[in-house]
Every structure is written in structure tokens, then in C-alpha cells.
């Protein structure tokens, strides 16, 4: 029964990345899913598409890259803690994901000024750096 929050056998695409909070909105993870930036089994996918257990998703958010493995569906969003056990995150994507955040704390880290804040310029160039990343 689609909408009552029990289990199911499948779940749209965009509603279980919504479910599993990589998303905050339906609608952003069903744009995410028409802009390539989710693959299922390895192909690209629509957001209507039906997963069930054990398919594997990669999930493209910015920088940063997840591998999972889904352990559960559910189409309904609840607390973190049932999300996070909706999924297997793979080692792999784990350690390049904290990898990848290091080198983005060492790059702010290293941004020094002469003065205590920044000047207009200096926050211009500062958000400039952060998009390209």
C-alpha cells in the first residue's frame, strides 16, 4: 500500500532517495535522478523507476560520491536513524567521501587574510572556489 509507511516489495526511485534522506524535497531528488546524477545496477534511471532490495545505487552530490546497496524500502521519510538502515553504504565510497572532505577542510583552512574579515572580494573569490569544488 503505496503512502501508508509499511515495507513494500518496491518504491519509486525519487521517493526512496527522499526516504532515505539523501534528498530533502521529492522534487530535488526526482531532478537529481533526470540529470543523471543517480545510477541504478549501473544505468541511468527515471525518477518513476521501481527499486527493490539489493540493487545498487551511486548517488552523485556535488563532490561527493555514495555506493549503496539497498537493505530496505520504505516510501515514507522518517527519523535519521530508520534511513540510515535503509542502506549499506560500500567501504570504498565511504573512505573517498572522508577523503574528499579532508582536502576540502585543508583548502578552507589555508585561506588566510591580512585582515580579520574578508573584503568583498575576498567573499566573492570564496564562493567562487566553493562552487567549482
Known amino acids: 500500500m503505496a503512502g501508508n509507511g509499511i515495507e513494500q516489495e518496491h518504491v519509486r526511485l525519487d521517493r526512496w532517495l ?22 541504478v545496477n549501473g544505468s541511468r534511471a527515471k525518477p518513476a523507476k521501481t527499486v527493490t532490495v539489493g540493487d545498487e545505487l551511486e548517488i552523485r552530490r ?20 530508520q534511513a540510515a538502515r535503509l542502506y549499506t553504504e560500500h567501504e570504498v565510497s565511504a573512505i573517498e567521501r572522508a577523503r574528499i572532505a579532508g582536502e576540502r ?3 578552507a583552512a589555508q585561506i588566510i587574510y591580512d585582515q580579520e574579515q574578508p573584503s568583498s572580494r575576498d ?3 570564496m564562493r567562487t ?4 569544488q
Open 123 to 125: 567573499r566573492r573569490a
Open 18 to 39: 527522499w526516504a532515505a534522506r539523501f534528498f530533502k524535497t521529492r522534487q530535488l531528488a526526482s531532478d537529481a535522478v533526470k540529470g543523471g546524477k543517480v545510477r
Open 62 to 81: 556535488g563532490a561527493y560520491t555514495w555506493t549503496v546497496r539497498i537493505d530496505s524500502l520504505f516510501d515514507r521519510r522518517g527519523p535519521a536513524t
Open 105 to 107: 577542510r585543508t583548502l
Open 129 to 132: 572556489r566553493k562552487r567549482r
